[in-house]
């Protein structure tokens, strides 16, 4: 651990050699980024995401350094196989033992350009509805009390959603606002390549739409409805606010799929049909060949379904669909009012370890950190925050339909696309 003089002396050093090499370099200074993180190991979103800052990333066709040096980290957890500290001896920058300290270079006031909060993996409780209570509002609130006692604030980025509980993310996006910095947040998701390459129609009217995803509870649910939400914003009237939301698990998720409608208690056929076409994972029989799967397959196959019906203000209807073993990869459908067919789409993730879905992600924390700006609309992590917790909520108890009347989040999204092309 780096000790408070040897990091001033060494800010001392910096400071004389780049002074001089100022003159004969007309290059600006690079701004400066604090990590604050859970864990920073092999495979954790410290690993593929902060790192963007230290070694760059590529981006059409080119690699691209981002304008900024990592100057202090926090790690919350240092488990056996922690890389902070080896990336700490690597790059220079110091670990340490608090937010505050982090965030203030080991000085007494703030001392850096950008806090980039990561809130993912590590040993953390959950509570009664099996969510991780992972810090991401804690490391928020550390950094933010040190912007009003400091009285300067730098603009944040908060990897996924924003908190396990609603009060505490409302909270948050309230005090971006009170002390006016640059609020970013959200998942690789909206930002990666789709095929085809499409977006919802600006100002299209919007009847029903459906996610087919993989993962689990409390996490990749996050990003499926994240794949809603980038989809559902652009329609017409902009966002409305949710009002209710039911989650289904087991073999509820059956008796709504036979269902054959929304109004039954399942979902459009044809949006299903339309994800199936779309994945690049579907599942099969040992020896078989991408054949269509028939219903008595689905079931056989997928171990554990969850759904989430989800009712907006105005009338729209989704389905967010987690079905391990039949899809491994996120895909889109959505009934739009005078088009025969569905419109949809793959949301398309590369392979890891590289996972170039994240390094778009950082893109857009880099211009959050640039502009002051958040490209994509805060409220929409917020809204997608909530529809996790009043998900995981509905299926903690007995699977009924919550009424909503605290997801009432309004806003327009930009008209312009801001997912990957080229």
Same mark, same amino acid.
């Given at each position: 651990m780096h000790t408070r003089r040897q990091f001033l002396g060494a800010m001392g050093a910096g400071l004389s050699l780049g002074s001089l090499s100022f003159a004969a370099d007309p290059t600006p200074a690079k701004k400066r980024l604090a990590v604050v993180t859970t864990e920073w190991r092999n495979r954790s979103?410290?690993?593929?995401?902060?790192?963007?800052?230290?070694?760059?990333?590529?981006?059409?066709?080119?690699?691209?350094?981002?304008?900024?040096?990592?100057?202090?980290?926090?790690?919350?957890?240092?488990?056996?196989?922690?890389?902070?500290? #080896?990336? $700490?001896?690597? +790059?220079?920058?110091?670990?340490?033992?608090?937010?505050?300290?982090?965030? *203030?270079? @080991? !000085?007494? =006031?703030?001392?850096?350009?950008?806090?980039?909060?990561?809130?993912?993996?590590?040993?953390?409780?959950?509570?009664?509805?099996?969510?991780?209570?992972?810090?991401?509002?804690?490391?928020?609130?550390?950094?933010?009390?040190?912007?009003?006692?400091?009285?300067?604030?730098?603009?944040?980025?908060?990897?996924?959603?924003?908190?396990?509980?609603?009060?505490?993310?409302?909270?948050?996006?309230?005090?971006?606002?009170?002390?006016?910095?640059?609020?970013?947040?959200?998942?690789?998701?909206?930002?990666?390549?789709?095929?085809?390459?499409?977006?919802?129609?600006?100002?299209?009217?919007?009847?029903?739409?459906?996610?087919?995803?993989?993962?689990? #509870?409390? $996490?990749?649910? +996050?990003?499926?409805?994240?794949?809603?939400?980038?989809?559902?914003?652009? *329609?017409? @009237? !902009?966002? =409305?606010?949710?009002?209710?939301?039911?989650g289904l698990r087991g073999d509820a998720v059956w008796q709504a799929m036979a269902a054959g409608n929304w109004q039954g208690g399942g979902w459009d056929p044809a949006l299903f049909e339309a994800c199936l076409c779309r994945t690049q994972t579907l599942g099969q029989p040992e020896t078989f060949s991408h054949r269509h799967p028939t219903p008595e397959q689905i079931r056989e196959w997928v171990k554990d379904p969850i759904a989430y019906r989800i009712e907006y203000a105005d009338g729209l209807k989704a389905t967010m669909l987690l079905m391990n073993g039949l899809v491994g990869d996120f895909t889109f459908a959505a009934r739009i009012k005078g088009r025969a067919e569905p419109l949809s789409t793959l949301f398309y993730l590369p392979q890891t370890p590289n996972v170039t879905y994240s390094a778009e992600l950082m893109a857009k924390a880099e211009a959050t950190f640039l502009t002051g700006k958040a490209p994509c609309p805060i409220e929409r992590t917020l809204l997608t925050t909530g529809l996790v917790e009043a998900g995981v909520r509905s299926i903690g108890t007995g699977q009924k339909r919550l009424e909503t009347p605290h997801l009432a989040v309004r806003y327009q999204a930009p008209r312009e696309s801001l997912f990957l092309r080229s």
């Amino acid at each position: 651990m780096h000790t408070r003089r040897q990091f001033l002396g060494a800010m001392g050093a910096g400071l004389s050699l780049g002074s001089l090499s100022f003159a004969a370099d007309p290059t600006p200074a690079k701004k400066r980024l604090a990590v604050v993180t859970t864990e920073w190991r092999n495979r954790s979103h410290a690993w593929h995401m902060a790192e963007r800052f230290l070694v760059g990333y590529p981006t059409q066709g080119k690699w691209h350094h981002p304008p900024f040096d990592v100057v202090a980290a926090y790690v919350d957890q240092q488990p056996e196989n922690d890389l902070s500290r #080896l990336r $700490s001896k690597e +790059f220079g920058f110091p670990i340490y033992p608090t937010v505050a300290e982090a965030i *203030r270079c @080991g !000085g007494d =006031t703030l001392a850096v350009d950008a806090v980039l909060i990561i809130g993912e993996h590590g040993n953390y409780p959950d509570n009664e509805y099996g969510q991780k209570k992972y810090p991401r509002y804690e490391f928020f609130k550390q950094v933010t009390d040190v912007f009003r006692r400091d009285g300067r604030t730098t603009p944040v980025f908060n990897d996924k959603h924003l908190s396990w509980k609603w009060d505490w993310a409302k909270e948050m996006v309230d005090i971006s606002r009170e002390l006016n910095f640059g609020f970013a947040a959200g998942s690789s998701l909206p930002g990666t390549w789709r095929m085809p390459s499409i977006d919802m129609p600006y100002e299209a009217e919007v009847e029903e739409i459906l996610c087919l995803a993989i993962g689990g #509870l409390d $996490s990749y649910d +996050f990003h499926a409805l994240e794949v809603i939400q980038c989809m559902a914003e652009r *329609r017409r @009237g !902009g966002e =409305t606010g949710v009002v209710a939301v039911q989650g289904l698990r087991g073999d509820a998720v059956w008796q709504a799929m036979a269902a054959g409608n929304w109004q039954g208690g399942g979902w459009d056929p044809a949006l299903f049909e339309a994800c199936l076409c779309r994945t690049q994972t579907l599942g099969q029989p040992e020896t078989f060949s991408h054949r269509h799967p028939t219903p008595e397959q689905i079931r056989e196959w997928v171990k554990d379904p969850i759904a989430y019906r989800i009712e907006y203000a105005d009338g729209l209807k989704a389905t967010m669909l987690l079905m391990n073993g039949l899809v491994g990869d996120f895909t889109f459908a959505a009934r739009i009012k005078g088009r025969a067919e569905p419109l949809s789409t793959l949301f398309y993730l590369p392979q890891t370890p590289n996972v170039t879905y994240s390094a778009e992600l950082m893109a857009k924390a880099e211009a959050t950190f640039l502009t002051g700006k958040a490209p994509c609309p805060i409220e929409r992590t917020l809204l997608t925050t909530g529809l996790v917790e009043a998900g995981v909520r509905s299926i903690g108890t007995g699977q009924k339909r919550l009424e909503t009347p605290h997801l009432a989040v309004r806003y327009q999204a930009p008209r312009e696309s801001l997912f990957l092309r080229s």
